[in-house]
T-cell receptor, first 114, second 116 residues
């Protein structure tokens, strides 16, 4: 069974500082990987996804993530945090085939300090 | 283009009642999935439907049921509500039949269900 572990339920950074949100997955084969963001009282918005090909994936709002098979990781980064980045971030995984659903991590709440 | 729309946005019910939540997918999307998000947790998969057929079901009791209509909209029904059913219920739509094809799911803003 697939699973996702997000290290750190809450991360706090200063405005302009590097953002690093950690995600490790458990899967027998390399899966599809996703990062979603959730603002208060809203649904989930896709930031980026990894399917195949280049392991460094660029997403919206300046975020990117790198798929590292050897480390079973898919960490999310942004060089410079902005106040508007404060939100809940979810890493998710799905299998390469079949009707397996998205499996989400528990989320990481990002706070940005002025 | 309109995104995924869900109704109602908020709902308050009492224990033992029944509830129906509705979802309209993005135009052209034939797959609809339902997730439950309890406060402080990530979304948990409940159902996936494609072309009106159930394609997947999560670890939820039979009190939970769903269906998809010819226009690809969907309803989630929950019977005999329990306090633990209080959550944000999210609907997501995507192209294609399977969640394992790498096509991202697009989420609505959810229905906040509170059980008293």
């Amino acid at each position: 069974a697939q699973s996702v572990t997000q290290l750190g339920s809450h991360v706090s950074v200063s405005e302009g500082a590097l953002v690093l949100l950690r995600c490790n997955y458990s899967s027998s084969v390399p899966p599809y990987l996703f990062w979603y963001v959730q603002y208060p009282n809203q649904g989930l918005q896709l930031l980026l996804k990894y399917t195949t090909g280049a392991t460094l994936v660029k997403g919206i709002n300046g975020f990117e993530a790198e798929f590292k098979k050897s480390e079973t990781s898919f960490h999310l980064t942004k060089p410079s945090a902005h106040m508007s980045d404060a939100a809940e971030y979810f890493c998710a995984v799905s299998a390469l085939s079949g009707n397996t659903p998205l499996v989400f991590g528990k989320g990481t709440r990002l706070s940005v300090i002025a | 283009d309109a995104g995924v729309t869900q109704s109602p946005t908020h709902l308050i019910k009492t224990r033992g009642q029944q509830v129906t939540l509705r979802c309209s997918p993005i135009s052209g999307h034939k797959s609809v999935s339902w997730y439950q998000q309890v406060l402080g947790q990530g979304p948990q998969f409940i159902f996936q439907y494609y072309e009106k057929e159930e394609r997947g079901r999560g670890n939820f009791p039979d009190r939970f049921s769903a269906r998809q209509f010819p226009n690809y909209s969907s309803e989630l029904n929950v019977n005999a509500l329990l306090l633990g059913d209080s959550a944000l219920y999210l609907c997501a739509s995507s192209l294609g039949s399977g969640q394992g094809n790498g096509q991202p799911q697009h989420f609505g803003d959810g229905t906040r269900l509170s059980i008293l």
